[in-house]
Every structure is written in structure tokens, then in C-alpha cells.
């Protein structure tokens, strides 16, 4: 696949290290010379310098022939605006961006940007998944639906009772469970036990109401 | 009307101070509090010292309830995000943005918003001097 990647931070780079190591052929975009120089000598003529939101850097990148374009900045207002006139302009089919400021996932949804990938929130729902203080992670999320993993409690209400009767909210499935590395499919039978970790597909009002469920 | 403008750089301050002439009811927003000392003594503006992309900033500036909101900042991207705030999420009834890209500008007055080239307008402005003396 063809993937057009604005912004040559960690993230950008580190995306397109991974993308070219999987066969994919990509195109690198970085506005500040000094980091463009770094990117070339190392990646080569896949980097192109100048400023993604200006459709003429764009169509250099091969926006006009792209299938996905990651607009992976910063700066929420230059991500927004890149998917924007990579849409407007260039047709592109697919649009991914970088989330900075939790406020603007909804905004950019909004404004038709395909997917967003919300950076603050994953981590800080890491730090407090490490730091075993929180016991549901969200680990994808998808315009306001989502996948998490919750750890079973100690002393849970769940716990004894066989996921068909549980009162889950709408729109909410539980998947599958981890107990001692070993992977379980979660069915009607079967049953829960404190420390294992489930995989759930929720919505955001849902995740609410799992936390309490569990 | 109640208006506000985003950005109190040369083009926001000149456009605010006339706006409060004709007894508006204006809000200017900018990250940086030494740039309202551009406006003349005595003008009526309210002041918002904060980054126009930031929604709380645009909500604390009560835009949601203004007639008319301005982004007049010198950074293209910033004006099309904070426009696209106030047009979409609350619903301010008219929107004009300021650029500087006639590619953005063309490509948003397509999807709807009211947006002023200056590149577009100088060069203009130019071709008709030339021509004309």
C-alpha cells in the first residue's frame, strides 16, 4: 500500500520505519530543514520537504495516488487541516489522524476525517493501567466505539455468575478472557474470575457503564 | 452585533478598533496579553488572552452566543481550525477566515466557509496599479 505520512516527529518516523520494514511504500513529509536533512540521509528520497497542508507539498508526496494518508504532527490544527485538503483536493480514500488534544476527537470526526488516533488518551490510560490504578484500558477506539480490557476485581459483582446474566449495557460485548495466558471466547456459559483479563467492544457511553458493572 | 476576532495582530487590531467604532459589542482573542496594547486607549473591546485552536478558549470568549466570528490570525491553519469550531460545533451564524494560501482558500470556500485571500487580493491589487498608470 501507498501511505502518505505529514509530519516527521518520532511518531511520524517511527510509523514510517515500521511501514517501510512491512514492504509498504510510503512517502514522509517534515517541515523543519535540519529534521528533513536527518530523515533523508537515513530513509532516503521517500522524505519530501515542505509543509503538508499546502496542496502543492501534497501532490510532490504523491497525495493524487495515495490510498491513506497519517497526518501524524504535533499540532492538531495542521493534522486537521492536512486530512482536510488531502479530502478536498486530492480525493484521498482514507484519512487518519493524530489526536493531541482530547477535546478535538469529536471535532475531527465531525469534520470527515476517516479515523483518529487519540495519543493523550492512550497513554495516560497506559501510565494508569501500569500503574495498576485503573482496571479498564481503552485499547482502540473507533469514531465512539471502542475496544477495552478491563481486569477482573477481587470481589466483584460479576464474579460466580455466567456472562448471560449479566446486565450489560447496550451495544456491549465481552469477547474473549485471559487467564494465565491462556485465551478463553467468551460464551453465555461461561464464567469469570477475579484477575482475568477481559477483551470487551463497548461505545463511550458504555465504557461508563462497565466500569460500574465490574 | 456581537462579534469576535480572533488574532490582535496588525489586520485583527485594525479591524476590532473599527468594529468598536461602530459600537459592536467585540471580543478579541490572543496568546499574547502584550498584544492588546495595540488597541487605541479607550476602545470597548474585551480581551481572551489564549490560543485560538484551543475550544475552551473560543467557549470562554462566549462565541457560541456571538453573531459574527473573525479569524484573522497570520496562521492559515490556525484560522480554518478555530473557524471550523465556531461554524460547526457552535454554530455561529456567520464565519470568515483570513489566509494567506489561495489553494485553502479556494479549497474551504468550496466546503462552505466565507474565507479571505490576501494573497489573492494583493496581487490583484497590483495587476489593476500596473495596468492602470
Known sequence: ?214 | MKIVVCGCGQVGTKVAEALCQQKHQVTVIDRDVETFRKLEAGTSCQFVVGDATDQEILRKAETGTADAFLALTGEDNANLFAAQVAKELLKVRKVIVRLADPVRATAFAEMGLTTICGTDLMADLIGKKLVGR
Do not use: W
Request: hydrophobic content about 45%.
Open chain 1, 1 to 214: 500500500m501507498f501511505i502518505v505520512i505529514a509530519g516527521g516527529g518520532k511518531v511520524g518516523y517511527s510509523l514510517a520505519r515500521g511501514l517501510l520494514a512491512e514492504g509498504h511504500e510510503i512517502a514522509l513529509i517534515e517541515k523543519n530543514k535540519q529534521r528533513h536533512q536527518q530523515l533523508s540521509d537515513e530513509l532516503g528520497e521517500s522524505v519530501v520537504y515542505g509543509d503538508a497542508s499546502d496542496a502543492f507539498v501534497l501532490k510532490q508526496a504523491g497525495a493524487n495516488r495515495c490510498e491513506l494518508l497519517v497526518a501524524a504532527s504535533g499540532r492538531d490544527q495542521d493534522n486537521l487541516i492536512i486530512c482536510q485538503m488531502a479530502k478536498i483536493v486530492y480525493m484521498v480514500p482514507k484519512t487518519l489522524a493524530r489526536v493531541n488534544d482530547p477535546k478535538n476527537e469529536a471535532l475531527f470526526n465531525l469534520l470527515g476525517v476517516d479515523q483518529t488516533v487519540n495519543t493523550t488518551n492512550m497513554i495516560s490510560a497506559l501510565i494508569g493501567h501500569k500503574m495498576g490504578t485503573s482496571f479498564l484500558t481503552e485499547l482502540m477506539s473507533f469514531r465512539n466505539a471502542e475496544i477495552v480490557q478491563i481486569e477482573v476485581p477481587e470481589g466483584s459483582p460479576v464474579l460466580g455468575k455466567p456472562v448471560k446474566a449479566l446486565e450489560l449495557p447496550r451495544d456491549t460485548l465481552l469477547i474473549a478472557s485471559i487467564r494465565n495466558d491462556q485465551v478463553q471466547i467468551l460464551k453465555g456459559e461461561s464464567l469469570l474470575e477475579a484477575g482475568d483479563t477481559v477483551i470487551a467492544f463497548t461505545t463511550r457511553s458504555g465504557e461508563e457503564a462497565l466500569r460500574t458493572l465490574i
